[in-house]
């Protein structure tokens, strides 16, 4: 697997790397709060970090629901997250007439599980240059995932990462197939484990989704054990108060507990 430069300061598959936030921006204050505290916690524990949060959220479960300040507002708040700490940042698009826009300011660009066929939307990313985070649909096999990362590959991009956010089981309920992992990282390129997001109960609120947060750090700790390059979590202050999947983001405690499972295990792995 060839490592990813994602900055000075970050290096995909030199060592465990951490990609959290708020699932989406909800405000300036809210994001320097959250990065702040990610940023020292991993600084602590000798972690990479990368702050990820959305500026739309376009595919909430109803149009009632919050989505976001909207594409200018949003990467505006980015490109001063990425200022005053000096962090790489994670967004998600949803349009290839995104991309560009998106590449001005983020150093990762992330295709919504949903999305992960839509072959315009991968070359647009690709053909930015910047890193492309691939989440796996929660209707794909693991090694069908092979043909997402050759739409980036031969647009002439070769930084494509996967993620696993598990994969629907019936109504309104997700399972992850640790197997999945190992066989995504045998596709040649480096794989993240969203661990919020595979707990998450889709729609199972309604008009809304729920969320098994009391599943994070089992599954975190068994995803660390199989073997993966980058933890995702969503992280919020007072997670009941999120304005996008509170169900099943992590408080500064519960995200401090994980990070330091995880990396544990992380370690002890790649040396044995």
Known sequence: MKNIKISDNVVIGEKLTLIGGPCVVESLEMCKNIAGCLQELCAGLD???????????????????????????????????????NLPVVTDIHEASQAQQCAGIADILQIPAFLCRQTDLLVACAETGKTVNIKKGQFMAPEDMRCAIEKVQDSGNDKVMLTERGTSFGYHNLVVDMRGLATMRELGVPVVFDATHSVQLPGGLGNSSGGQREFIRPLARAAAAVGIDVLFTEVHPEPAKALSDGPNSLDFDMIKTVLQEVKAIYDFSRKN
């Open 47 to 85: 972690v990479q970090y990368m702050f990820k949060a959305s500026f739309d959220k376009a595919n909430r479960s109803s149009v009632k629901s919050f989505r976001g300040p909207g594409i200018e507002e949003g990467l505006e708040i980015l490109a001063e997250i990425k200022r005053s700490f």
